[in-house]
């Protein structure tokens, strides 16, 4: 029988708790009886959880980094666990060299016979792991993602590209991503990331709209010309009027309306920034 970890090697016994073949170096005796040293880990960490995955229980600790990785994140290299990141990562001197084999004197007529190919173990690469997050990890990333949003969806004439709030939504989702990702190749859900775009476009929504009023205050007379020029370049009175009203959060104009385009504006920019929290999902996958 082989090793199950190990399978150039002859097994010592038979793990108690897996039933898996262990050779001298995975073999570990307690109360008795012998264990293998990832059933071993699993009963000494369960309490822990996963760096990566703070939903996984922890089946040890990583030799390089010192955290706790789970069962998908353990990678066993010559009887120590690592992450997948710090396996990724070790020098090509690492691998243990085999024994020198001494050549055996073979009469001349002997057919020359090429020797078995060498099984080298591959180096594994760093793999894209998808991210965990707490609600409470949100607010700082929406925050400033609404600011962004909320500031430029807030000047005048410019706020009718709504592309600056999927940029908004963009960069909420990007900055949850930088605070959650602690070695820098995860990514987050789709969901979350929308979540977050979306909370990043409802901040804006207010911040925009407080924008609009006080540049209506300061640049009244400013705003006028703009009106001006918009009927000198032969716009309806009509069309000019809902373009203004648009750009511009007057107060002089009725609470009902202003109320009426808060909620649209609410309501608008939650689906632009979900759809910007999309789209940094999907870029941080690749």
């Known amino acids: ?70 069962d998908a994140c353990a990678i066993d290299k010559e009887g120590k666990l690592y992450c997948r990141l710090c396996s990724a990562e070790l020098p090509p001197e690492f691998e243990v060299p085999e024994p020198a084999r001494v050549a055996e004197a073979r009469p001349a007529y002997v057919e020359e016979r090429l020797p078995p190919a060498r099984i080298e173990e591959k180096r594994i690469p760093k793999m894209k792991v998808e991210l965990a997050v707490k609600t409470s990890e949100i607010v700082s990333s929406t925050i400033f993602g609404g600011i962004v949003g909320g500031f430029l969806m807030g000047l005048p004439f410019i706020n009718l590209l709504l592309v600056w709030e999927v940029l908004g939504g963009y960069v909420a989702a990007y900055l949850l991503r930088l605070r959650v990702d602690r070695y820098g190749n995860g990514y987050l859900r789709s969901r979350d990331a929308m979540f977050a775009g979306a909370i990043s476009g409802v901040f804006a929504a207010f911040l925009s709209t407080f924008f609009n009023i006080v540049y209506a205050v300061l640049f009244k007379g400013m705003l006028l010309q703009a009106s001006d020029f918009l009927l000198s370049l032969g716009l309806d009175v009509g069309i000019a009027d809902v373009i203004m009203k648009a750009s511009v959060t007057d107060l002089t104009l009725p609470a009902a309306f202003i109320f009426t385009k808060l909620v649209v504006t609410v309501v608008l920019f939650a689906l632009l920034g979900a759809v910007g929290g999309a789209i940094s999902s999907e870029l941080s996958r690749k």
């Open 1 to 70: 029988m082989r090793c199950f970890t190990h399978p150039r090697s002859e097994a010592v016994g038979i793990c108690s708790s897996c039933n898996k073949g262990v050779c001298a170096r995975c073999a570990v005796e307690k109360d008795g009886k012998v264990y293998c040293k990832a059933c071993i880990a699993k009963s000494k960490f369960s309490e822990l959880k996963c760096a990566n995955h703070p939903r996984s229980e922890a089946v040890g600790i990583c030799s390089a980094c010192k955290k706790p990785i789970c």
